[in-house]
C-alpha cells in the first residue's frame, strides 16, 4: 500500500539543541498510530517540525507527504496539502467568531468558497457530537474558554478541515474522563479508509475506545521501539525506565 | 446602524489628487494682514476680527512644544493658511461642482448620507461645500450648519463658546487655529432632543502646501444626546501639510455626546489638532478615535468633568507605518464628586514607525468617590519600530479608585504558527491577529469606519512582511 507521511532520518534543534536524532516513521492510509515517550523526548518537537514551525529547525532528514518532499514547504502550505495538528495550548484570538474563522480556515485548506448555510449544518453536528456549547463557537476564537473547551475546538477544527492525516498533540492533557470520551468519539468520526492519526499521548484512556494500529516508544530523540496496542498498556504498567537503558 | 460602504475600500481613493482650482489662494505664511484678508472674505463681524488678532499676537509669543515629535519641518512660511474652493455653501449635491463632488463620492459621503445619517457636512481645503440635515430635526430647533453661517446667523451662541473650552492661549497651534480659523461645522442640540442617528462632518484638504484650520462647535443642552462623526483625508505630496482644528463640545448636565473621529490623512500631514469636552452634571462624552494617516500627530482629546456625576470613555486606536511619528492619548480632570472616566487605548506600530501614547489623569481635591481606569496596549510588529507610554498622574484626594495598565507586546510568534496551521498565510496570520489587537476599538467605530479600518491593516500589512 502507498505511504501518506514518511519521515526519514529526520534530525531537528530548537535554540542549538538538538532534539530529534534521526527518527524515522511511516504512515498509510487509514492507519492509527500511537507515539509515547517521557517527558523531554521529542514528541511534541516531531509534530512542530513536521508542520515546519519556524522555532525549529531540521538539519538533516526528510518529511515526505504523498511522495512530495515538504522539508521546505511554509507551514500554510503543509495544511493545505493536508497535515493537521491540535495544539497542547490553542492561541487564544481576539475579533473573529470561531464559526467565521473556522469557515476562513476551511476555503483556505480547500481554496473553494464555502457555502455558509451548508457550513453552519454540518458544523452543527459536530458540535453536538463533541458535546460542546453551541454558543462557543460565536465566540471569539478560544478567547475565555476552559481548557477542555479549547481541546474540543480543535477536535472541530479537524472534522472541519478534513486533512489526510491529523496529528493530535497531547489532545487529552488536562481533560476529564467524560471529555477524554468526547476526544475519542471525535477521532472515530474523523477517521476512514484513506486518512490517518498520529496521536501523541501520555495517557492510555484515549486511546481505549479507537484502534490502534502502531505505539511508537520515543525516547531521546529517536524511535526506540515498535509494537502493537499491547506495547501502550505495558508502558502503562512499566513506564519507560527500560527504554531509557537501551539508550545507554 | 447600517452598512454604509462597501468592503473593497482600498489606499487609492485617499490618493487621489484633484487639480488645484481653487476660486482664491492665500499667499503662503502668516502675518497680520493675512488674518485681516480672511476675515474680510468672510464678511465678519467686528468681535470675531478681535479674536483672530488677539490669537495672532499669542501665536507669536507662544513656543513650540519642548516635547513630542519634531516639528521642524513644519515652516508657516511655507503654507498657504486659507484655500477657498471653486464652489460655494450648497444644500444639494447636485449643486457641489463636479470633481469635488466626485471626491467625495469616491469617499463614499453621499452614499453614506443616504443610508445612515442624519445630517452631512463636506468641507473642501478651507471652506464647507456641501451641508444638509434632516428636516425632522430642523423641527425640533436642532442646528447643524458650517462655522461661518453660524457667526452670522447665532452670533450670541457663538460669542458665548468660540474659543472658550478652548482658550487661545492653551497652546501655540491653539493660537494658530483662533487666528486663522475657517469652516467646520457648528451643532446645536436643543434641551432634551434625542439624536438617534448620527451627524458626520468630512474635511478632504486637497490644496498642497496649505492648511486646514476648521472649527467644531457643538452644544448639546441638558438631557440631550447626538452622536457625531468626523472625518478626514488628504492625497499625498511631497511637501508639508498642516492641519490644526479645534472642537469644542459642551455636554450639559444629563446630556450625551459620542464623538467619532477618523483621522486618515496622508503622510506628509502635521495633525495638531486639539479637541476638548465641557462636561456637565450626570453627563457623559464618549471619545471614539482611530488615527493612521499623517506624518506627525499631535493630538490629545480632553474631558473635563465638571459636574457631578460626570462621565467620559476614550477608546482610541493609533497605527503608525514607516516615517510616522503619532503622538496622541487622552487627557481628563476629575473636578466634582464621584465622576468616572476609562480609558482603553491600542497602538499599533511597523516598518520603523513610532506611537506614543501620552495622557494626563487629574483627579482634584474635590472628586471624591471618583473612578478612572485607564487601559493601553501597543503592539509592536517587528524590531525596529517605537512604542512608548507617557502618563501623567495627578490624584489630589484619596477617595478615588485609580488603575492603570499598560501593556507593551511583539506580535506572538506562536499566534502566526498556530493560524498558518490552519491554512493562513503569513500576511493572512498577521492581518487577523493584528485586528484582534484592534477589535477591542474597532467594535466601538461606526460599522463602516471598523469595516474600512480592517481594509487599512490589509493594506498598512502588504509588504511589511520580511
Known amino acids: ?248 | 446602524m447600517a452598512k454604509t460602504k462597501v468592503d473593497d475600500i482600498n489606499r487609492n481613493i485617499y490618493d487621489v489628487v484633484d487639480k488645484d482650482n481653487y476660486e482664491f489662494k492665500m499667499q503662503k505664511g502668516l502675518n497680520r494682514e493675512i488674518v485681516e484678508e480672511i476675515s474680510k472674505r468672510k464678511n465678519e463681524p467686528d468681535w470675531m476680527l478681535d479674536i483672530r488678532l488677539k490669537a495672532l499676537e499669542m501665536y507669536n509669543k507662544l513656543e513650540l512644544p519642548t516635547w513630542g515629535p519634531d516639528l521642524s519641518e513644519l515652516k508657516m512660511d511655507e503654507i498657504a493658511t486659507y484655500v477657498k474652493p471653486k464652489a460655494n455653501l450648497n444644500n444639494s449635491w447636485d449643486d457641489v461642482p463636479e470633481e469635488i463632488k466626485n471626491t467625495f463620492e469616491r469617499l463614499g459621503i453621499p452614499e453614506a448620507e443616504r443610508k445612515s445619517l442624519a445630517g452631512v457636512g463636506a468641507q473642501y481645503d478651507s471652506e464647507v461645500v456641501y451641508h444638509s440635515i434632516k428636516q425632522e430635526l430642523l423641527d425640533q430647533g436642532v442646528i447643524y450648519t458650517d462655522m461661518e453661517t453660524a457667526v452670522r446667523e447665532y452670533p450670541e451662541i457663538v460669542k458665548e463658546h468660540f474659543m472658550k473650552c478652548v482658550p487661545i492661549n492653551d497652546h501655540k497651534f491653539v493660537a494658530l487655529h483662533a487666528a486663522v480659523w475657517s469652516g467646520g461645522s457648528f451643532v446645536y442640540v436643543p434641551k432634551g432632543v434625542k439624536l438617534d442617528v448620527p451627524l458626520q462632518s468630512y474635511f478632504r484638504l486637497n490644496s498642497p502646501e496649505s492648511g486646514q484650520f476648521e472649527h467644531t462647535l457643538i452644544i448639546v443642552e441638558e438631557g440631550a444626546s447626538l452622536h457625531f462623526i468626523e472625518g478626514c483625508s488628504a492625497p499625498k505630496y511631497n511637501k508639508v501639510n498642516l492641519h490644526a482644528g479645534c472642537v469644542e463640545l459642551y455636554v450639559k448636565d444629563n446630556a450625551y455626546l459620542r464623538y467619532s473621529t477618523i483621522e486618515n490623512w496622508s503622510k506628509n500631514m502635521m495633525n495638531l489638532n486639539t479637541k476638548k469636552a465641557l462636561v456637565g452634571k450626570n453627563a457623559q462624552v464618549d471619545w471614539v478615535t482611530g488615527s493612521f494617516g499623517s506624518k506627525v500627530s499631535m493630538l490629545y482629546p480632553m474631558s473635563i468633568l465638571n459636574g457631578e456625576g460626570a462621565r467620559t470613555e476614550y477608546t482610541g486606536i493609533t497605527f503608525a507605518g514607516a516615517g510616522q511619528d503619532l503622538d496622541t492619548g487622552f487627557k481628563v480632570v476629575h473636578n466634582a464628586p464621584n465622576t468616572s472616566s476609562v480609558v482603553n487605548s491600542r497602538s499599533i506600530s511597523k516598518n520603523g514607525g513610532a506611537c506614543t501614547y501620552r495622557a494626563l489623569v487629574r483627579i482634584a481635591e474635590q472628586a471624591k468617590g471618583s473612578k478612572c481606569s485607564v487601559s493601553c496596549e501597543s503592539l509592536m510588529l517587528d524590531g525596529i519600530s517605537r512604542s512608548d507610554t507617557i502618563p501623567v498622574n495627578d490624584v489630589e484626594t484619596d477617595d478615588v479608585e485609580f488603575s492603570h495598565e499598560a501593556k507593551i507586546g511583539k506580535i506572538s510568534d506562536k499566534e502566526i504558527f498556530y493560524l498558518m496551521s490552519r491554512g493562513l498565510s503569513e500576511e493572512d496570520a498577521k492581518a487577523m491577529i493584528v485586528r484582534g489587537f484592534a477589535y477591542p476599538v474597532s467594535k466601538e467605530l461606526p460599522v463602516e469606519y471598523a469595516v474600512e479600518m480592517n481594509n487599512l491593516i490589509n493594506i498598512e500589512l502588504e509588504g511589511s512582511i520580511g
Open chain 1, 1 to 248: 500500500m502507498k505511504k501518506l507521511l514518511e519521515i526519514k532520518q529526520l534530525h531537528a534543534q530548537a535554540a542549538d539543541k538538538e532534539i530529534l536524532k534521526g527518527l524515522n516513521l511511516t504512515i498509510k492510509p487509514g492507519e492509527v498510530h500511537v507515539i509515547m515517550g517521557p517527558n523531554g523526548a521529542g514528541k511534541s518537537t516531531l509534530a512542530n517540525v513536521i508542520l515546519n514551525n519556524p522555532q525549529y529547525i531540521k538539519t538533516s532528514g526528510e518529511v515526505i507527504l504523498d511522495g512530495e518532499n515538504i522539508n521546505e514547504l511554509p507551514t500554510n502550505e503543509i495544511a493545505k496539502k493536508g497535515i493537521f495538528m491540535s495544539f497542547q495550548s490553542p492561541e487564544e484570538i481576539p475579533g473573529i467568531s470561531t464559526f467565521n474563522f473556522l469557515k476562513y480556515a476551511k476555503s483556505k485548506i480547500s481554496g473553494e468558497q464555502v457555502k455558509s448555510f451548508k457550513f453552519r449544518h454540518d458544523l452543527k453536528e459536530y458540535v453536538e457530537e463533541l458535546n460542546m456549547n453551541p454558543k462557543l463557537i460565536e465566540r471569539n476564537l478560544n478567547v475565555g474558554f476552559s481548557g477542555g473547551e479549547k481541546k474540543k475546538n480543535e477536535i472541530l477544527q479537524m472534522l472541519v478541515l478534513e486533512p489526510k492525516i491529523a496529528i493530535l498533540d497531547e489532545t487529552d492533557s488536562g481533560l476529564d474522563v467524560d471529555a477524554i470520551k468526547t476526544v475519542s468519539r471525535g477521532i472515530s468520526m474523523y477517521k476512514n479508509d484513506s486518512n490517518a492519526v498520529l496521536i501523541i499521548t501520555h495517557n492510555n484512556k484515549i486511546l481505549e475506545n479507537l484502534h490502534i494500529d502502531y505505539v511508537h516508544v520515543l525516547v531521546d530523540g529517536k524511535i526506540v521501539k515498535t509494537g502493537d496496542a499491547s506495547l501502550a498498556d505495558e508502558i502503562e504498567k512499566e513506564g519507560y525506565a527500560k527504554y531509557k537503558k537501551v539508550e545507554e
